[in-house]
């Protein structure tokens, strides 16, 4: 199969591995022959909404890797630790494109202009889009963590 990129980036907490990320990730695979995926690091989540149910790094990072590998794409991904919001996204790291989803539309458009800054081009954006669970509402780690979906996007409550 004929991929558009050769390199693009994705990034994420991707706390309690869901049918979001699992589709963020499955879209950047289908777009790139190869995927850098940011992981944020235990330090940067600290301040995220329910921060102290956030998995650790380690727990995190092995449920992706298992999840690469379950969909054969473990060998075209490189997992890297992101201790800020950008990361080598704003350096020429080799990516053509970012995959995001609209929330975080301004981040992306934010590593464009500090790319411009430093004479590089800017990024290609390919938007997925949002999950919604059962109840009509956005698939998130959060509700997750709140006990108001599982993973699938089930509502629990």
């Known amino acids: 199969m004929a991929h558009k990129y050769k390199l693009v980036g994705v990034s994420g907490t991707f706390d309690k591995l869901h049918i979001g990320h699992k589709a963020i990730l499955s879209k950047a695979f289908e777009v790139s022959e190869r995927v850098m995926i940011g992981l944020t690091t235990s330090r940067m989540v600290q301040n995220k909404e329910l921060a102290e149910k956030i ?61 411009k800054e430093k004479s590089l081009p800017p990024l290609e954006i390919v938007i997925t889009p949002i999950i919604l669970a059962q109840d009509g509402h956005r698939v998130s780690s959060t509700r997750i963590r709140e006990g108001k979906i599982d993973e699938q996007g089930k509502v629990l409550k």
Request: net charge negative; no cysteine; charged share 35%.
């Open 55 to 115: 998995e650790p790094y380690e727990v995190r990072k092995e449920k992706l890797e298992k999840f690469l590998r379950e969909q054969g794409y473990i060998d075209a991904a490189e997992i890297i630790s992101l201790d800020d919001p950008y990361g080598p996204a704003i350096m020429d790291a080799g990516l053509e494109a970012l995959v995001a989803t609209e929330e975080v539309l301004s981040t992306v458009k934010k590593i464009n202009i500090i790319r």
